[in-house]
């Protein structure tokens, strides 16, 4: 069955930097777009940055543009989210989505935490 197993968050001060990934595994990861999204408290769950099967970003939400980077790694069944000069704002829970044959699948997401 599909999986989605993300890791890489924790607390971090403002300015920093931190490094998610997703494990990918019970489908052709290479075949699949894969998102990133994000959800804070009390806030609806949106998309952070989409990349295609090949690993061309294609989408960033405004609020993350020349801040956050993703990328992906085919023959290792992973995909990242690098994130530079984190705000207070970007703390949130983190998630990782693929869609598959019509049927949508997420990880159980990691929490990012941006404070002094």
């Known amino acids: 069955q599909v999986q989605l197993v993300e890791s890489g968050g924790g607390l971090v001060q403002p300015g920093g930097s931190l490094r998610l990934s997703c494990v990918a595994s019970?489908?052709?990861?290479?075949?699949?777009?894969m998102r990133w999204y994000r959800q804070a408290p009390g806030k609806e769950r949106e998309l952070v940055a989409l990349?295609?099967?090949?690993?061309?970003?294609?989408n960033y939400a405004d609020s993350v543009k020349g801040r956050f980077t993703i990328s992906r790694d085919n023959a290792k069944n992973t995909v990242y989210l690098e994130m530079n000069s984190l705000k207070p704002e970007d703390t949130a829970v983190y998630y990782c989505?693929?869609?598959?044959?019509?049927?949508?699948?997420w990880g159980q997401g990691t929490q990012v935490t941006v404070s002094s």
């Open positions: 989505n693929t869609i598959v044959h019509s049927a949508d699948y």
């Open positions: 019970g489908f052709t990861f290479s075949y699949f777009f």
């Open positions: 990349i295609s099967n090949g690993g061309r970003p294609l």
